[in-house]
């Protein structure tokens, strides 16, 4: 069974500035997928960013960044320029390529780290 | 139109009452789902239909019911709930179950009382 592990129960950054979420995670296969998903304190799940496992280059969307290291089976987030609107739940997933067709898209989450902006 | 909708956004029920969740997506998307969420924790999947189909059930108990009457909307009956079914529940939906991005809805709050 895969595993996924966010070491940083949480996190603090000040506006402007630079933070990097950490993330793990353990699988025996080779396709897969990975996210990060952000959850506001109004709830709603939202994609940040998602990165390929076959893909070698690192995924980017606006000021969020992975560096994501197949080897090591690490995919951190960086947050650029961060704003107040950042704060957040931030969740760690994975999701197994499935070539049987049998996990349905399903995925497995990470237990999450809490991002704090200070102003 | 790209949003999951869930209605209702809170609910309270007695342990004795029967109530139901709903969820509602029109971008055609062929997979949905169901997550629990307790506060300061990542979603748990319940249940997974493709294509209005029930997929995986994740060993929940069957006070939780399930139900997919058309490609566009999710239903979860709830019946004898327990205090510790308190929680957010999530709805989510993907092009296919194979497609690899899952859209959420923002979720109905439920305590049970």
């Known amino acids: 069974a895969q595993t996924v592990t966010q070491s940083q129960p949480e996190m603090s950054v000040q506006e402007a500035e630079t933070v990097t979420l950490s993330c793990t995670y353990d699988?025996?296969?080779?396709?897969?997928?990975l996210f990060w998903y952000k959850q506001p304190p109004s709830r709603q799940m939202i994609l940040v960013i998602r990165q390929e496992a076959y893909k070698q280059q690192n995924a980017t969307e606006n000021r969020f960044s992975v560096n994501f290291q197949k080897a090591a089976k690490s995919f951190s987030l960086k947050i650029s320029d961060s704003q107040l609107g950042d704060a957040a739940m931030y969740f760690c997933a994975y999701r197994s390529g499935d070539a049987g067709g049998t996990s349905y898209g399903k995925l497995t989450f990470g237990q999450g780290t809490i991002l704090t902006v200070h102003p | 139109d790209t949003e999951v909708t869930q209605t209702p956004k809170h609910l309270v029920m007695g342990m004795t009452n029967k109530k139901s969740l709903k969820c509602e997506q029109h971008?055609?998307?062929?997979?949905m789902y169901w997550y629990k969420q307790k506060a300061k924790k990542p979603p748990e999947l319940m249940f997974v239909?493709?294509?209005?189909?029930?997929?995986i059930n994740e060993s929940v108990p069957s006070r939780f019911s399930p139900e997919c009457p058309n490609s566009s909307l999710l239903n979860l009956h709830l019946h004898a709930l327990q205090p510790e079914d308190s929680a957010l529940y999530l709805c989510?939906?993907?092009?296919?179950?194979?497609?690899?991005?899952?859209?959420f809805g923002p979720g109905t709050r439920l305590t049970v009382l």
């Open positions: 699988t025996s296969e080779s396709d897969y997928y």
């Open positions: 239909y493709s294509y209005e189909k029930l997929s």
């Open positions: 971008m055609g998307h062929r997979a």
């Open positions: 989510a939906s993907s092009q296919t179950s194979t497609y690899n991005e899952q859209f």
